[in-house]
């Protein structure tokens, strides 16, 4: 049989299980495994135990890898959920693909803001809204529901496979870093290839292959004025304030059209050559429909090319909060004793985060030489995540192409992405290998916002894509 007619067989199976496809996502989305709420840890090792029985009713040899305990804030610890290593096949003839994905979610509630109960898969117009059903249980379980019509089918498996499933992915990843690193030579040894899907489309239409993500270095800026908070009908105009020196410095960040102003952030920022610049001229997309998303008026750049390339090959500077300071209703006429502002830089080829710490601490400094106040003043990194970039032209990519053609009928568009998935990058150091981002959900499914939704037809249609793939990537 030809792949072709298998392909019909395999899409035309896949079409006919769609409900039993929803139900068994309605049923993984219905366990709660916030992994960000301790008093939620069993839900989260209950979502584990849920994947394990599913992945071993499939014939997937199953390790449960023990990573550890978490540090909460008060100095308690509670115990990390084990990370899922699975293996499909072990034919030394076929190549072997590593799939990664995690199983725990966002918090949600209805309170939050969202139109239904979050843990409920609900099915309005062709949509299932439920928190995890896009990020990232739904194409986990595509990955899984592949496996099965391949067997359902008869059809021999084209590939191995091997699973690093983990449920800690919304907060930190804590574990996993060091687990891949003391796999190296054996679990992830001898494997040809990394596909993640955990990331989404550029729009709602047309499909992509992600080959790139930008870094992160989140920064605390802390001041302290005094023992004690204090009134400001006493003490305002008399004193060198915390809050005033922050929103000092904070102000010398970034100016309006989004450009960095700490001295030497885009120094090492790698040069625009003309064929990465062609890349983003054949790329589909719709500035209308992105500032809509945004819920904005109007972006900072006007064409196309430009706006892509600010979110994603060029460095941003973000300003997302201040603790400490009065941010109730009403009034209230103190003066905080101590603040802390919270900014991060997302960074690109070639930067790097000990540069990008250095520079911002020079800056901190020099800006408060001139303010001449005798408050304490100090800037601290409080994480940082290396950008991550692929070759797009790797056969893995080609074969990924050929998958989406052979589904959509269109050639998916090569794109990056603005955020970050620091473990893309790890993988990619551990394995000596290609790293494929593969997305199926569609730009506006909200992942991390209220209302979180996974389209139908995304779902099915990403089952066939991976489906393709894997025949694809067997050839390569």
């Known amino acids: 049989m030809s792949n072709e007619d298998f392909n019909k067989r395999l899409f035309k199976f896949f079409d006919d299980h769609q409900k039993e496809y929803i139900q068994r996502l309605s049923d993984a989305v219905a366990i709660p495994s916030v992994s960000a709420w301790p008093d939620h840890r069993p839900e989260v090792f209950r979502m584990v135990q849920w994947t394990k029985s599913f992945m071993e009713s499939l014939g997937i040899k199953i390790e449960l890898a023990d990573v550890g305990e978490q540090k909460l804030a008060d100095g308690t610890k509670i115990k990390l959920p084990d990370v899922i290593l699975g293996t499909y096949g072990n034919d030394k003839l076929k190549k072997t693909v590593v799939i990664y994905g995690h199983l725990d979610v966002q918090p949600a509630q209805v309170s939050d803001g969202w139109d239904t109960e979050p843990f409920v898969l609900t099915e309005k117009q062709g949509k299932l809204y439920g928190r995890g059903s896009t990020d990232d249980k739904g194409p986990v379980i595509s990955w899984l529901n592949v496996i099965e019509a391949y067997q359902k089918l008869n059809e021999p498996f084209p590939v191995n496979v091997k699973f690093v499933l983990e449920s800690m992915e919304e907060y930190g990843s804590e574990g996993l870093e060091d687990l891949l690193k003391s796999l190296k030579d054996t679990f992830l040894s001898g494997v040809d290839y990394v596909v993640i899907s955990d ?36 003490f305002g105009g008399t004193i060198h304030e915390a809050m005033t020196d922050l929103i000092a410095v904070m102000n010398t960040l970034v100016d309006g059209q989004g450009r960095i102003l700490i001295d030497g952030m885009y120094d090492e920022v790698a040069l625009l050559l003309p064929e990465e610049e062609e890349l983003y001229k054949r790329i589909t997309f719709d500035t209308k429909a992105y500032c809509s998303e945004a819920g904005v008026e109007k972006t900072i750049q006007k064409d196309k090319e430009q706006i892509l390339m600010h979110r994603w090959r060029y460095p941003s500077l973000t300003l997302h909060g201040i603790q400490g300071a009065f941010d109730g209703v009403g009034c209230k006429t103190v003066i905080p004793r101590h603040v802390i502002g919270k900014f991060s830089i997302r960074i690109v080829p070639n930067m790097k985060i000990a540069t990008v710490e250095k520079l911002v601490e020079k800056h901190v400094q020099n800006i408060m030489k001139g303010r001449n106040s005798p408050n304490k003043v100090s800037v601290k990194l409080e994480h940082g995540g290396d950008y991550w970039v692929a070759d797009p032209n790797h056969p893995q990519y080609v074969a990924a192409r050929k998958a989406t053609i052979a589904v959509h009928g269109i050639e998916p568009d090569l794109t990056r992405e603005g955020g970050s998935i620091p473990i893309t990058l790890t993988f990619q150091e551990q394995t000596g290998k290609n790293v494929l981002l593969l997305p199926i959900g569609a730009s506006d499914d909200g992942a991390h916002s209220q209302n979180e939704k996974f389209d139908i037809i995304n779902y099915m249609n990403g089952m066939k894509v991976m489906g393709v793939y894997f025949q694809e990537v067997a050839r390569v």
């Open 199 to 234: 990331s989404y489309w550029l729009g709602k239409e047309k499909p992509c292959l992600q080959y790139g993500l930008r870094g992160i270095c989140y920064f605390f800026l802390d001041v302290e004025c005094s023992t004690k908070d204090l009134h400001s009908g006493c």
